[in-house]
């Protein structure tokens, strides 16, 4: 009986081994049927999932001009808090634009660790669940849930390195829906991806849209070559995971949200009369015309419109 157990465990274990090595490249039908314990659906909606943006108090209202004036909206009152659980001090705005909200944070005291790296801020329905489905489906906590002015946060980290803050509001908001939802572009290794994957949809409740193995190089600013490319939605919204060797040149990277557009060339014409810069010029994919900018205060976007949905 022992050995039988034995040899059954081995056959498992090869099995699985074989398995996952054949998948390492793509995220297969396969590997999105694996067994993943159930979590709480905490998400909320794309518009309240904010891209965070860090800049200097010098360069506050001019980036937050700039923001309103390429792509329209409101925002919020402006104040002074402590958005940390240890003490800091920071400017911040609420940017609602029609195609992405925008969290601005202005630090008059040095940005205690490890603020300023994480990406998006989700919205989500229970605190307390949100961190039990983090952890259950791979995810890190690096800040535990603290208290905030208007409720509660904390700062979660995806396999392969991904930073993302959910926050919880005692007074639920209200926003209106999007007309064009940003997408969090996120640049991840080859070694890392699945895991990434499978983590984020076992959390977002979300579900592959594409997972595409020879993607045009020239999105990574990589012409001559291709690169794998999955796009990904949830109640959380767009993201697009980009797999890469990590040899990209610059801006790519940098950017952490794209934001799209019904017309990108009046879009451009606005974002460069706000005082944005080009740092890669329009080109066209069969998918979508794009451009990289970057915002007065250091801001970096993608922008595009979709050609072919």
Same mark, same amino acid.
């Given at each position: 009986?022992?050995?039988?157990?034995?040899?059954?465990?081995?056959?498992?274990?090869?099995f699985?081994?074989?398995?996952?090595?054949?998948?390492?490249?793509?995220?297969?039908?396969?590997?999105?049927?694996?067994? =993943?314990?159930?979590?709480?659906d @905490?998400?909320?909606?794309?518009?309240?999932? +904010? $891209?965070?943006?860090?800049? *200097? #108090?010098?360069?506050?209202?001019?980036?937050?001009?700039?923001?309103?004036?390429?792509?329209?909206?409101?925002?919020?009152?402006?104040?002074?808090?402590?958005?940390?659980?240890?003490?800091?001090?920071?400017?911040?705005?609420?940017?609602?634009?029609?195609?992405?909200?925008?969290?601005?944070?202005?630090?008059?005291?040095?940005?205690?660790?490890?603020?300023?790296?994480?990406?998006?801020?989700?919205?989500v329905?229970d605190?307390?669940?949100?961190?039990?489905?983090?952890?259950?489906?791979?995810?890190?906590?690096?800040?535990?849930?603290?208290n905030?002015?208007i409720?509660?946060?904390?700062? =979660?980290?995806?396999?392969?390195? @991904?930073?993302?803050?959910?926050y919880?509001? +005692? $007074?639920?908001?209200?926003y *209106? #829906?999007?007309?064009?939802i940003?997408?969090?572009?996120?640049?991840?290794?080859?070694?890392?991806?699945?895991?990434?994957?499978?983590?984020?949809?076992?959390f977002?409740?979300?579900?592959?849209?594409?997972?595409?193995?020879?993607?045009?190089?020239?999105?990574?600013?990589?012409?001559?070559?291709?690169?794998?490319?999955?796009?990904?939605?949830?109640?959380?919204?767009?993201?697009?995971?980009l797999?890469?060797?990590?040899r990209?040149p610059?801006?790519?990277?940098?950017?952490?949200?794209?934001?799209?557009?019904?017309?990108?060339?009046?879009?451009?014409t606005?974002?460069?009369?706000?005082?944005?810069?080009?740092?890669?010029?329009p080109?066209?994919?069969?998918?979508?015309?794009?451009?990289?900018?970057?915002?007065?205060?250091?801001?970096?976007?993608?922008?595009?419109?979709?050609?072919?949905?």
């Amino acid at each position: 009986m022992r050995l039988k157990k034995i040899l059954a465990g081995t056959s498992v274990a090869i099995f699985l081994t074989i398995g996952f090595a054949c998948e390492s490249r793509y995220f297969s039908s396969f590997a999105q049927s694996l067994p =993943i314990a159930k979590t709480a659906d @905490v998400a909320v909606g794309p518009q309240y999932d +904010t $891209t965070h943006v860090y800049v *200097a #108090p010098q360069d506050f209202d001019r980036f937050v001009a700039s923001l309103i004036a390429t792509f329209g909206g409101t925002t919020a009152k402006q104040g002074v808090f402590t958005v940390t659980p240890t003490p800091s001090s920071t400017m911040s705005q609420l940017v609602m634009t029609p195609v992405g909200t925008v969290s601005v944070f202005g630090f008059k005291t040095p940005v205690p660790y490890p603020f300023g790296l994480e990406r998006t801020g989700y919205l989500v329905t229970d605190m307390d669940e949100a961190i039990r489905a983090a952890k259950t489906t791979g995810a890190d906590v690096l800040v535990a849930a603290f208290n905030d002015p208007i409720g509660q946060d904390a700062i =979660i980290q995806w396999p392969g390195g @991904v930073n993302t803050q959910l926050y919880w509001h +005692t $007074t639920a908001p209200s926003y *209106a #829906p999007l007309q064009g939802i940003p997408e969090n572009r996120v640049y991840v290794s080859l070694d890392r991806a699945d895991a990434f994957v499978s983590s984020f949809l076992a959390f977002s409740h979300g579900s592959v849209v594409s997972d595409e193995p020879r993607a045009p190089g020239v999105e990574i600013g990589r012409p001559a070559e291709t690169y794998r490319r999955l796009r990904i939605k949830s109640k959380f919204g767009k993201l697009t995971a980009l797999v890469t060797d990590g040899r990209l040149p610059y801006p790519y990277g940098r950017e952490t949200t794209g934001y799209e557009v019904t017309n990108l060339t009046d879009t451009l014409t606005k974002a460069k009369a706000s005082g944005v810069d080009v740092l890669v010029p329009p080109y066209k994919t069969d998918e979508r015309e794009a451009v990289v900018v970057q915002f007065p205060g250091g801001y970096i976007a993608e922008i595009h419109s979709v050609t072919k949905r």
